[in-house]
């Protein structure tokens, strides 16, 4: 069965401070992928990024940073230098390679960036 | 462009009526997907459409919820005697292609069943 856990239900920082997600996943394919969406208060999930398992590298964008590691499945999410703006609901999701749209999302991790 | 659209955004309702839950994907997008989200969770995959057809209705929780996407663009989202459970907020979301591509979603729709 795939599942999807995110330990930290809620972090709270002052602006400024690194912060790092976390997300394990479980999942019995050997192909997969693995992704990340912001919900702000609006509601709307917004898109950051998709890995697929054949990719480990680690990216970079801007403020953000993801660190997929397949040996202890996980998928964390750093930000630097949080920013008030940044204040949202995270969720971790796991997809099948070939059921691209259809996610198990985890329980998500509210991020409250203070200034 | 426009993003996907759901209407309304929200809804209240008696226990045991029926409702409908409108989603306008985003212009070309031939994959449409039904999440529902209840408080404090992450959303749940209920069905999804690739063009007009169900490709996977898997996440269905038992018959009072049917979906229909007749002319392949505008999907809704129907519950027959609706109960205090299903009250969450049903999320509509899109893409370009059933694998390659990045849900878009919708604000979602709000039901409250009192």
């Known amino acids: 069965a795939q599942k999807v856990t995110q330990a930290q239900t809620e972090i709270s920082v002052v602006e400024k401070e690194d912060v790092t997600l976390d997300c394990v996943y479980e999942?019995?394919?050997?192909?997969?992928?693995l992704f990340w969406y912001k919900q702000p208060p609006s509601g709307e999930l917004v898109f950051l990024i998709r890995?697929?398992?054949?990719?480990?590298q680690n990216e970079i964008s801007g403020r953000y940073s993801w660190n997929f590691q397949k040996s202890t499945s996980s998928f964390n999410f750093t930000i630097t230098a949080s920013q008030v703006v940044d204040s949202a609901v995270y969720f971790c999701?796991?997809?099948?390679?070939?059921?691209?749209?259809?996610?198990?999302f985890g329980q998500g991790t509210e991020l409250s960036v203070k200034p | 462009g426009a993003g996907v659209s759901q209407t309304p955004s929200n809804k209240v309702t008696e226990k045991g009526k029926y409702v409908e839950l409108r989603c306008d994907p985003i212009?070309?997008?031939?994959?449409l997907y039904w999440y529902r989200q209840s408080l404090g969770q992450g959303p749940e995959f209920l069905i999804y459409?690739?063009?007009?057809?169900?490709?996977?209705d898997s996440g269905l929780p038992n018959d009072r919820f049917f979906a229909v996407r007749p002319e392949g663009s505008v999907s809704t989202l129907k519950i027959q005697r609706t109960e205090r459970g299903d009250s969450a907020v049903y999320l509509c979301?899109?893409?370009?292609?059933?694998?390659?591509?990045?849900?878009?979603f919708g604000n979602g729709t709000r039901l409250t069943v009192t």
């Open positions: 979301a899109s893409s370009l292609q059933q694998y390659n591509s990045p849900l878009h």
């Open positions: 999942t019995r394919d050997t192909t997969y992928y």
């Open positions: 890995r697929n398992s054949f990719d480990e």
């Open positions: 999701a796991l997809s099948a390679y070939n059921q691209g749209g259809k996610l198990i």
């Open positions: 212009s070309g997008h031939t994959a």
């Open positions: 459409f690739q063009g007009t057809g169900a490709a996977d």
